[in-house]
């Protein structure tokens, strides 16, 4: 693990600037944690930076990823995708468009003739961006589709919110068609030109938050793109983007302290992926360990890397979603309930499936805010909670556990959950466990 240089402007007065190293110097507000566990070599990264001119064209943004590498240069891929895959999106309005995207998928069916996949997606190409960039509906911007244990997250209310001064805030309308281009188009480019160079030896997934205000264009901004300080703040609505390939997992944790997926898997289990790869369910066999691979190989079904799964739909095409969240105080009251989650979220995080396979969504979740509840605000910040996490996971972790990353991004209303604890039983259950096997070995 190679940490990078991240820095936050914060200017709390006219007179006075700090520069803030975000991996070191805001352990209050963004906390991170990783761990090889009982792997031999920690393939997992993670990135957490201050974009500058995009997604937030009046400000600045924060992006937050978790990367868990795969293979025998597994470990060299996730950290070339921390190291650069948001930079590349981080540039003023892009210079290509429809076409280049085509001729990206027509060299997608150059470079990989084997299967079908791309040349049906080059056949079927206007129908494609007409969906996914050009029209992409609310169903697959702002609802979780229900498949398995990921419940559906309805859409609140109408479409349109009036804050108190009577302006009209639009929650669905939070992503362009060129933001939707730029992210299908910079993570496609991405990984044809930088990760399948590395061959068949490396596979990463990638899951990304992009955080900023929701700022009108019509509002002046004070500090410009040089001033973070609403990463402290917290005084208004925030705009969250949440990217997906791959199995890791970003969570959010609503004023109650319910847990809600805002990701789905790329798995052969969900019906969405058979339907993209053409798959026959009655054709898919689980392994010894009970999974079902794609190909007999690939746990997922959509990955930067894995060049020899990519003739036939091992792709880095993002799943893109969008939601309205944050502080609701200049919101009446009766507006509030239009937002997905009501407003007022206490936290996100972020995690590889060396957690999400130890621990369902509501025990993450629980684990943080007992561990606050414990603590209390002053000693337990997102760094302490994000350390803890991972010292659970090792404490119940088996001999062949996975690599585990812990990213939690503090919300507005940080540590005003409910003082009860969920699943506790289940926790204790696990590391006790944990314990009796390791004492049986002994």
């Not at 974009?51 to 891929?77: E, I």
């Not at 208004?236 to 390939?245: D, N, S």
């Amino acid at each position: 693990m190679r940490l990078g240089s991240a820095y936050a402007y914060c200017k709390p007065s006219q007179n006075v600037g700090l520069k803030l190293d975000l991996l070191r110097g805001l352990p209050g507000y963004v906390g991170h944690a990783t761990s090889r566990i009982n792997r031999l070599e920690n393939q997992d990264n993670y990135s957490i930076k201050m974009m500058r001119s995009w997604p937030n064209t009046y400000g600045s943004a924060l992006n937050c990823s978790v990367f868990d590498g795969h293979g025998k240069k597994g470990a060299q891929l996730s950290q070339l995708l921390a190291d650069k895959l948001c930079d590349s999106l981080d540039h003023r309005e892009p210079c290509w468009g429809k076409q280049d995207l085509k001729r990206l998928v027509q060299e997608y069916a150059r470079r990989f003739p084997e299967g079908n996949y791309w040349k049906h997606k080059l056949a079927t190409f206007e129908k494609f961006y007409e969906k996914f960039i050009r029209n992409c509906n609310s169903k697959q911007e702002l609802l979780l589709m229900e498949e398995g244990d990921n419940a559906v997250l309805v859409q609140n209310g109408g479409r349109m919110i009036f804050d108190k001064m009577g302006n009209i805030i639009d929650k669905i309308a939070l992503l362009t068609e060129l933001d939707r281009l730029r992210l299908f188009y910079g993570f496609a480019k991405f990984d044809l030109d930088q990760c399948c160079d590395l061959g068949t030896a490396a596979g990463s997934t990638a899951s990304s938050i992009f955080l900023y205000p929701y700022d009108n264009p019509n509002t002046p901004v004070n500090g410009g793109k040089d001033d973070d300080s609403w990463i402290i703040s917290h005084s208004g609505l925030l705009k969250l983007i949440v990217t997906q390939v791959g199995d890791s997992k970003i969570i959010l944790c609503d004023q109650d302290g319910i847990a809600h997926s805002l990701t789905t898997t790329h798995h052969t289990n969900s019906s969405r992926e058979r339907r993209r790869l053409s798959l026959d369910p009655s054709g898919l066999n689980p392994d010894a360990f009970g999974e079902t691979r794609f190909l007999n190989n690939f746990a997922n079904t959509r990955s930067f890397g894995d060049m020899a799964g990519k003739p036939y739909g091992i792709s880095s095409e993002p799943d893109i979603f969008s939601f309205l969240i944050g502080n609701t105080l200049h919101l009446p009251r009766p507006e509030r309930s239009k937002l997905p989650f009501n407003g007022d979220e206490c936290f996100l995080a972020l995690v590889t499936d060396g957690i999400s396979n130890k621990l369902a969504d509501q025990e993450v979740v629980d684990l943080i805010t007992s561990t606050v509840n414990s603590w209390g605000l002053k000693k337990a910040t997102p760094q302490f909670v994000a350390e803890e996490t991972i010292k659970f996971i090792q404490a119940i972790a088996s001999k062949h556990s996975d690599n585990a990353t812990c990213l939690v991004v503090r919300l507005s209303n940080w540590g005003n959950w409910p003082n009860v604890d969920r699943t506790g039983l289940q926790r204790e259950t696990k590391l006790i466990n944990a314990q009796s096997s390791e004492t049986k070995l002994n």
